[in-house]
């Protein structure tokens, strides 16, 4: 994160980097597929079912834009992207969290239209109207 990041941020990334810092294995998927089911890498509350809302409310679909803020691994913008065929961006301070949810678009073969970029939600640099569509899961909390 640059230097000039806010008190705020700082502990986010402090209590983040940890977190995203240990790898997936078979017992964080399988606790992941019973609570909320599905094995993306969540860092949150947020059900495969609910992502699925959030997916047909945007009307996403090849083509759209998509903007995942804070979106650690991936989790709901990766999975979207994979689901509904739009492009995403997963955007969010810890880079290991974006490293993984690299490796994760690479897995799935679709790293083509996700993309990822490491930035403050207070600052995004991305020009009006980069996106068709937002999502934000567990964010503000
Ligand atoms: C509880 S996690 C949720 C991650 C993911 N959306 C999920 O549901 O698994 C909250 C995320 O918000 C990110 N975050 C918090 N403040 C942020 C900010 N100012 N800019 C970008 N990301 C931020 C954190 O780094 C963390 O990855």
């Given at each position: 994160?640059?230097?000039?990041?806010?008190?705020?941020?700082?502990?986010?990334?402090?209590?983040?980097?940890?977190?995203?810092?240990?790898?997936?294995?078979?017992?964080?998927?399988?606790?992941?597929?019973?609570?909320?089911?599905?094995?993306?890498?969540?860092?949150?509350?947020?059900?495969?079912?609910?992502?699925?809302?959030?997916?047909?409310?945007?009307?996403?679909?090849?083509?759209?834009?998509?903007?995942?803020?804070?979106?650690?691994?991936?989790?709901?913008?990766?999975?979207?992207?994979?689901?509904?065929?739009?492009?995403?961006v997963?955007s969010?301070?810890?880079?290991?969290?974006?490293?993984?949810?690299?490796?994760?678009?690479?897995?799935?073969?679709?790293?083509?239209?996700?993309g990822s970029v490491l930035a403050?939600?207070?600052?995004?640099p991305?020009?009006?109207?980069?996106?068709?569509?937002?999502?934000?899961?567990?964010?503000?909390?």
């Amino acid at each position: 994160m640059a230097p000039e990041g806010t008190k705020a941020e700082r502990q986010t990334l402090d209590r983040f980097i940890a977190r995203y810092g240990v790898g997936q294995n078979e017992a964080t998927r399988a606790v992941e597929l019973a609570v909320i089911g599905g094995d993306w890498g969540a860092n949150g509350y947020t059900t495969l079912a609910q992502a699925d809302v959030l997916g047909q409310v945007l009307g996403l679909e090849p083509g759209t834009r998509l903007l995942d803020l804070g979106s650690g691994r991936g989790w709901p913008g990766l999975y979207l992207a994979k689901r509904h065929g739009c492009t995403a961006v997963l955007s969010d301070l810890p880079v290991e969290a974006l490293r993984a949810g690299a490796a994760r678009a690479r897995a799935e073969k679709v790293s083509g239209r996700v993309g990822s970029v490491l930035a403050s939600a207070r600052h995004l640099p991305f020009t009006p109207d980069s996106f068709d569509a937002i999502v934000h899961t567990d964010v503000l909390c």
